[in-house]
Nanobody, 124 residues
């Protein structure tokens, strides 16, 4: 079974930056498609960013485009989400997800494995 553990969440000021990490188990991490989602109180979990197995393809939600960057280090079995120019509306629990098929997906149903989430709070 694939296990994902997020870290790096915390409290930051508006305009600040934060880098989330997601450590994945398994020798085949390099074949996984990876995604980041977030869920704010009272809202549905929404897509943030995704990256395919090689890192050659990425995709971002319009709300974070130009501010967030997804990347991966297959040697470390880790995917990152660099978040810059943070806004209070970015406040949410951020989840890492994996698709063992290696595909880049923009919907949560495209991923079979999820981390526990890490809280990101952006103060004004």
């Amino acid at each position: 079974q694939v296990q994902l553990v997020e870290s790096g969440g915390g409290l930051v000021q508006a305009g600040g930056s934060l880098r989330l990490s997601c450590a994945a188990s398994g020798r085949t991490f390099s074949s996984y498609g990876m995604g980041w989602f977030r869920q704010a109180p009272g809202k549905e979990r929404e897509f943030v960013a995704a990256i395919n197995w090689s890192g050659g393809s990425t995709y971002y939600a319009d709300s974070v485009k130009g501010r967030f960057t997804i990347s991966r280090d297959n040697l470390k079995n880790t995917v990152y989400l660099q978040m810059n120019s943070l806004k209070p509306e970015d406040t949410a629990v951020y989840y890492c997800a994996a698709d063992i098929r290696g595909r880049l997906s923009l919907v949560k149903d495209g991923y079979g494995y999820w981390g526990q989430g890490t809280q990101v709070t952006v103060s004004s």
